[in-house]
């Protein structure tokens, strides 16, 4: 089993910033990926960032390109995702979490391909 601890949700104006921590404890994989993920009420999850823990590939969501950075903390089991410039229609619960086997960086925006998920965290841009 894979534990996903996800941190550092609020509320923020518009153009602000702020910074979502998720820790992964429990298993642990030879080739694995964690990404975030989010869900505004009414709407289907919807990928946000993924990395690759082994040499740290990313890839990200058209709507989060330029604003947003995925980032790994390898000692820590860490995984970050640096939210810049937000926007109202960035409001959703964010969830972590882990695929546990790497195929290719497009299926890493595939959210049935994650075998453990975070709580999430709520993250609330206003206008």
């Known amino acids: 089993q894979v534990q996903l601890v996800e941190s550092g949700g609020g509320l923020v104006q518009a153009g602000g910033s702020l910074r979502l921590s998720c820790t992964a404890s429990?298993?642990?994989?030879?080739?694995?990926?964690m990404g975030w993920f989010r869900q505004a009420p009414g709407k289907e999850r919807e990928f946000v960032a993924a990395?690759?823990?082994?040499?740290?590939?990313?890839y990200y969501a058209d709507s989060v390109k330029g604003r947003f950075t995925i980032s790994r903390d390898n000692a820590k089991t860490t995984v970050y995702l640096q939210m810049n410039s937000l926007k109202p229609e960035d409001t959703a619960v964010y969830y972590c979490?882990?695929?546990?086997?790497?195929?290719?960086?497009?299926?890493?925006?595939?959210?049935?391909?994650?075998?453990?998920w975070g709580e999430g965290t709520q993250v609330t841009v206003s206008s």
């Open positions: 979490a882990v695929d546990t086997m790497y195929i290719n960086a497009q299926r890493m925006g595939v959210a049935n391909r994650y075998d453990y």
């Open positions: 990395i690759r823990w082994i040499g740290g590939t990313t």
């Open positions: 429990g298993r642990t994989f030879s080739d694995y990926v």
